[in-house]
C-alpha cells in the first residue's frame, strides 16, 4: 500500500476515535465552541487529506459533513440531536469506507447519496428522516463486515503511535542495561566460570535483543528524509530550465530517526548542488550527445552495520581547472601544493569552508555555505563522505554513515596510562612499531615531525599523548601501535602505547564546559565502569593543524610534499584609486619609487607627464578617471618602471609596505591590469599586471612604430601561469613576438608541430619535465631547435646551479624578474646568433 | 519577605537546581556545610544530588584546569569542577582526601570536589549578610552572601556562578589558550 495512504488511514482513524468523542459531547453541551471547533477541525482536515489523495468518496462524504458542522459552527443551525445523528452516521460510513481502503488500498465502489442527502437535509435546518447506516452499509462490497470495521481497522494497520521522548527514554534505559551488562561480564570474566555464568551470558544475550529491538522501533525507512525532494527537484528544475530526473532507490533502507533528522539537510543540499552545479542545461547536454534530461540517482543500503548513501549525478562532474582556480583566488594552497596534489585530493577541496565553484551566486546554491557544511555535518554523527567524478559523465558522492548514533563499536586504545575509545568506523587498520624483534615497521623523523613508511605511502603520525599535553614529546616510541584513520580524504596515524579491545559503547555528549576540545566526540563509560573520551579522529587532525584535507598551515604534521618551497619574493603593497585594499606588484619590477611635487605634473594630450631626469615620463593613472591628483597630498607618490630609455610613472594614493612573501597568485582576474588575487602578508591583494600597464603607457605616449627591435620569435616555457602572464607582455612589448608553453613537454610538441623560434626562455623548476631536462632534449638529437639560444631563468642563482644549467645546454642563466637582464641577454645571444 | 539577600538567590540561581526554593522558603534554608581550604562555605541543601566520599576521577586532557575530569555516578557521567582551582586557592596536597558534592546545572551533573563535607546546617535567612566590599573579586563573584556563625564565618557559594565555566569566562579561556 502507498505509505501516504497508509499515514492516512492511521491519522484518520485517530481522528474519528476523536470525533465521536468530541461529537457525543457537543451533544450534551450544544454552546461549546472549543468542542466544536475540534470538530471542524478534524472533519475538515479529513476532506482536505482525501481530497488530496484522490479519494472521491471520502471526500463528499466528509465534505457534507463539514457542511453542516461549518453551518453550527457559524450558528446558523443549532446541534440538535438531528445534526448530531447525521453527522455521526457520516462518520461511520467514512470509516467503513476506510476499512475497504485498508484492506483493498482503494475505495470501495459505493454510492453515499443517501447519506449525503441526510447531511443536506441537516444543513438546510430541517428534520429529515435518518437512514439507518447500518442498512446502506450493505451497498458496501464488504457487506458481511458490517461490524467488523472498528476492530479489523485497529488490527489491519497494526501500527501504534508512540511518543518520540519515549522511543529515546527507552534507548537511554537500554544504553545503560548495556553499560550494565558489560560490567556484570567484566565481573564474571576476572571471577573465573561460576554459578553466574549461565545466565548472565543469557542476560547478555537478551539485553543484545533488546537493543536491537529498541533500535529498531526508533528505525524509519529513510524515504521518509526524501519525501521532500520530488517537489523540490521540480522546482529546480523549473528555476534553472533543465530538465531533470530524480531516482531513488532504497527507500525504504532504515536507519536511526536521529541519524535521519541529521542527514535530511545534508541531502537537501546535495541534491540541490546536483541539480544547480552537476546538471547541464538540455541543449549543452544534447550537444555533449546524452540525453536532454539529467538523473540524479539517490541510492541507499545497508554495509556492514553502515549506511551507505549514493547521490548521483550524470552532469558535466567536477571541474578540476575550476576548482585548482578557485583553491588558488581564495589561498586555501598554494600553486606549488596544487601541483603536487592528484585529481581526487584537487576535488577535495569542495568540502572546505567557504568553497563554492559556481561562478554566479544563484538563489540555489553557491552561497557559500556549501558542502563544508555537508561534510561537517556528516563528520559530527561519526559519518564519512567520497566523492568520484568523471568529467561529463557525473559525479557521485557516497555517504557512509553509523546505523546509530547511540551505541558504536569503538577500538580501545591507551595512551600515557589514560585510555580512550576511537570509533571504529574510523579505523582502518593498526600497525605495531618498533618491537625488539626489529621486524615490525619504524618511525621515521622529517624536521622532527614523525611520520611512517606505510606501503606505498608516508603517513603522518600524532603521538595520543603529545597531542592531548599527557606527556612531553617522546620521539623514541618503542612497542607502540600505530591506529590508521581516516580523515577526510587522506591519512592519520594515531601512535598509541597500546590497544586492548573493541568495545560496544554507549555514547555520551561531553558537558558543555568541554565542547571547545573539539578532539572529543563525548564521552563514555566502560565496562569496568571507568569513564574515558570518546576520540574524534577528524578533531585529531585538526588539533594537530592538519586539516582534513591537508591545510597549508599543518607545517610540522609531516607531509613529504611540505618540504617543496615557493619562490618567496619581495612584493611591494600599495593602495591606489582610492581603493582600501592594497594592491602588490614585484618589488624588481620597480626601478625607483618617486614622490613628485604636484606642480610638477603637467596635462599634455588629456594625459599627466612630467619631467623626469630631463625626459617627459608619461603618468598613468590605474582609476578610470585617467587624471592625476587622487592623492591629496602635496606630492604623488609614483611608481616608475623604466625600459632601456624610456620611462613611465604609475599614480598610486600611497606605498604601504615592502612585504617578502610567497606569491601564489589566482589568474583570470575581470579586470585587465590586474593579474588576479593573491594572499599576501594575509590579506586578499590584487596583483598589479605591469605589462599591461607598460603597453599603456608606451602605446599612448611613444607610439608603436617606435624603437622596435628586429622582429624575433621568442617561445617562453613556464610552468607557473603567474610568471608566464609576467613575462609574455613584457617580452612582446620589448618588441618580441612571444608564444608560451606551460611546460617541457608541451614545447616540444610545439616544435615537433613545427613551430619556428628564435630563442627559447625557459623556467628551470617545472613538474614532469624540468628545465635541464628539457634543454638536453632541445638540444640532443639535433631537431628544429638544438642550436637555438636557450635562456634559464630560475629563482635560485647558485653558481652550481647555474653551471649545471650551461652543461644541459642553455646559453645563459638568468633571475626571475630581473627584466633587464633578461632582456639584455637575449639581445645578446640573438646577436650571436644573426648570422646563423 | 525575601530580603535583599533572598531576592538575589532567586535571580541569580535561576537555572540551578534549588536555587528557587532557596528564595521560596522565605525564613529558613538549610546549607550543606564544607572546607575549602580552612574556609567554612556552604550549598543551599536543594541544589545537592549527592554527597561522595573518594571517587575514581578520570582526568580529561585539553580540558580547562577547573575541569579535574570525569567521574561514574551510577551510570552516568559527571563532570567533576574542582572548587580550589575554580576560586584560584592553593591546590590540595596531593593525596589529600576531598569530597564531592553532587548538583544538577542544565540537566548535566557536576561534582564539585571540596576538602571536607561536615554537615548540614538551617540557617535563617535574614541572618545572611551581604559581602563585605573588602572581599577578593573571585569570592565575592561566586558567593550570595556571609553567615556568622558562632566560631567562624560561612561564605555562602552561588552555585550556577561557579558552574559558568564556558570559554566566555575570561579565566577559563585563559586557562584554555594557554
Known sequence: ?836 | MPDRTGADVSNDLQGAAGGSHVGAQGGDGAFVILTLADQLCGVPVLAVRDVLAYQAIARIPLAPREVAGNLNLRGRIVTAIDLRERLRLPPRPAGAPFMSIVTEHGSELYALLVDEVSEVLTLRHAAMEANPPTLPRIWAEHSHGIYRLEQRLMVVLDVTRLLQLQPDNPDTAIAVAA
Request: charge should be negative; glycine fraction near 10%; hydrophobic fraction near 45%.
Open chain 1, 1 to 836: 500500500m502507498d505509505d501516504l495512504i497508509a499515514e492516512f488511514l492511521t491519522e484518520t482513524n485517530e481522528a474519528l476515535a476523536d470525533l465521536d468523542l468530541a461529537l457525543v459531547k457537543l451533544e450534551r453541551t450544544p454552546d461549546d465552541q472549543a468542542t466544536l471547533s475540534l470538530i471542524f477541525r478534524l472533519v475538515h482536515t479529513i476532506k482536505g487529506t482525501c481530497g488530496f489523495l484522490g479519494l472521491p468518496r471520502l471526500e463528499r462524504v466528509a465534505h457534507a459533513a463539514e457542511n453542516v458542522l461549518g453551518r453550527v459552527r457559524d450558528r446558523e443551525l443549532a446541534a440538535t440531536p438531528g445534526v448530531i445523528t447525521a453527522v455521526l452516521a457520516s462518520l461511520d460510513r467514512i470509516k467503513l469506507i476506510l476499512f475497504a481502503l485498508s484492506a483493498n488500498g482503494a475505495e470501495p465502489a459505493g454510492d453515499d447519496a443517501a447519506c449525503i442527502a441526510a447531511l443536506d437535509h441537516a444543513a438546510s435546518g430541517e428534520a429529515a428522516p435518518m437512514p439507518a447506516p447500518a442498512t446502506e452499509a450493505a451497498a458496501a462490497p464488504e457487506a458481511g463486515a458490517v461490524e467488523a470495521p472498528s476492530a479489523e481497522v485497529a488490527s489491519g494497520s497494526q501500527t501504534i503511535r508512540v511518543g518520540v521522548d519515549v522511543l529515546e527514554e527507552l534507548m537511554t534505559l537500554v544504553g545503560e542495561l548495556v553499560l550494565t551488562r558489560n560490567q556484570l561480564l567484566q565481573i564474571s570474566r576476572a571471577e573465573g566460570t561460576n554459578l553466574f555464568t549461565a545466565p548472565l551470558q543469557r542476560l547478555s544475550n537478551i539485553t543484545t535483543d533488546l537493543q536491537e529491538g529498541v533500535m529498531k522501533t526508533r528505525m524509519q525507512p529513510i524515504g521518509n528524509a526524501w519525501n521532500k525532494l520530488p517537489r523540490l527537484v521540480r522546482d529546480l528544475a523549473h528555476e534553472t530550465g533543465k530538465k531533470i530526473e530524480l531516482d531513488m532507490r532504497g527507500q525504504d533502507t532504515e536507519l536511526d530517526r536521529q541519524v535521519l533528522e541529521l542527514m535530511r539537510d545534508p541531502l537537501t543540499h546535495m541534491v540541490r548542488n546536483s541539480a544547480d552545479h552537476g546538471l547541464e542545461t538540455p541543449d549543452i547536454r544534447r550537444a555533449a550527445g546524452k540525453k536532454e534530461a539529467g538523473t540524479i540517482r539517490l541510492n541507499a543500503y545497508h554495509e556492514g552495520g553502515h549506511i551507505i548513501i549514493e547521490v548521483a549525478d550524470d552532469g558535466r562532474g567536477l571541474d578540476v581547472a575550476a576548482i585548482r582556480a578557485k583553491v588558488l583566488r581564495s589561498g586555501l594552497a598554494t600553486e606549488a601544493e596544487l601541483a603536487v596534489m592528484t585529481e581526487a585530493q584537487v576535488r577535495h577541496f569542495i568540502f572546505r569552508a567557504g568553497f563554492s565553484t559556481a561562478a554566479a551566486v544563484t538563489a540555489i546554491s553557491g552561497r557559500g555555505v556549501g558542502m563544508d557544511v555537508v561534510r561537517s555535518n556528516i563528520e559530527r554523527i561519526g559519518g564519512t563522505i567520497e566523492l568520484a567524478s568523471t568529467p561529463g559523465q557525473g559525479s557521485c558522492f557516497t555517504i557512509k554513515i553509523p546505523l546509530t548514533l547511540a551505541i558504536v563499536s569503538a577500538l580501545i586504545v591507551k595512551a600515557c596510562g589514560e585510555r580512550f575509545a576511537i570509533p571504529q568506523i574510523s579505523v582502518l587498520e593498526l600497525v605495531r612499531v618498533g618491537g625488539v624483534g626489529g621486524t615490525a615497521a619504524a618511525i621515521e623523523q622529517i624536521g622532527g615531525a614523525p611520520v611512517l613508511r606505510l606501503r606505498d605511502q608516508l603517513l603522518p603520525l600524532i603521538s595520543l599523548g603529545t597531542l592531548l599535553r599527557l606527556q612531553e614529546a617522546d620521539t623514541k616510541a618503542d612497542n607502540a601501535t600505530v591506529v590508521v584513520t581516516a580523515v577526510g580524504s587522506g591519512m592519520l596515524g594515531i601512535v598509541v602505547d597500546d590497544v586492548y579491545d573493541t568495545e560496544e559503547i554507549v555514547v555520551k555528549p561531553v558537558a558543555p564546559i568541554l565542547r571547545h576540545v573539539t578532539m572529543f566526540s563525548g564521552n563514555t563509560i566502560l565496562g569496568d565502569g571507568a569513564v574515558i573520551m570518546i576520540l574524534d579522529p577528524n578533531g585529531v587532525a585538526r588539533g594537530a593543524g592538519l586539516s582534513a584535507s591537508r591545510d597549508r598551515r599543518e607545517a610540522g604534521a609531516g607531509s613529504a610534499q611540505a618540504a617543496r618551497s615557493d619562490d618567496g619574493m619581495a612584493l611591494l603593497l600599495f593602495r591606489v584609486g582610492g581603493q582600501p585594499a592594497p594592491r602588490a606588484v614585484p618589488l624588481n619590477l620597480v626601478a625607483r619609487l618617486e614622490d613628485i611635487p604636484r606642480e610638477k605634473i603637467e596635462f599634455s594630450s588629456g594625459g599627466a607627464v612630467t619631467q623626469y631626469r630631463g625626459k617627459l615620463m608619461p603618468l598613468i593613472a590605474m582609476d578610470e578617471g585617467g587624471g592625476a591628483g587622487q592623492a591629496a597630498g602635496p606630492t604623488q607618490p609614483v611608481l616608475v618602471f623604466t625600459d632601456g630609455a624610456r620611462s613611465m610613472g604609475l599614480m598610486v594614493d600611497e606605498i604601504i609596505d615592502v612585504v617578502h612573501d610567497r606569491l601564489n597568485i589566482e589568474l583570470g582576474a575581470a579586470r585587465p591590469g590586474l593579474l588576479g588575487t593573491a594572499v599576501i602578508a594575509g590579506e586578499a591583494t590584487d596583483v598589479l599586471d605591469t605589462g599591461f600597464w607598460l603597453t599603456q603607457a608606451w602605446r599612448d605616449w611613444f607610439g608603436s612604430a617606435h624603437g622596435t627591435p628586429a622582429h624575433r620569435r621568442l617561445l617562453v616555457v613556464e610552468d607557473s601561469d603567474f610568471f608566464r602572464k609576467l613575462l609574455v607582455p613584457a617580452l612582446s612589448a620589448a618588441g618580441y613576438e612571444v608564444t608560451a608553453a606551460g611546460g617541457g613537454a608541451e614545447a616540444l610538441r610545439l616544435r615537433d608541430g613545427g613551430l619556428e623560434v628564435d630563442a627559447i626562455v625557459s623556467d628551470i623548476d617545472m613538474p614532469d619535465m624540468d628545465g635541464l631536462e628539457f634543454a638536453r632534449q632541445v638540444r640532443a638529437g639535433g631537431g628544429a631547435w638544438a642550436t637555438l639560444p636557450m635562456i634559464a631563468l630560475t629563482g635560485r642563482g647558485a653558481p652550481a646551479d647555474e653551471a649545471r644549467g650551461r652543461e644541459a645546454g642553455f646559453t645563459d642563466y638568468c633571475q626571475k624578474f630581473e627584466r633587464d637582464s633578461l632582456l639584455v641577454s637575449l639581445q645578446q645571444c640573438l646577436t650571436e646568433q644573426v648570422p646563423m
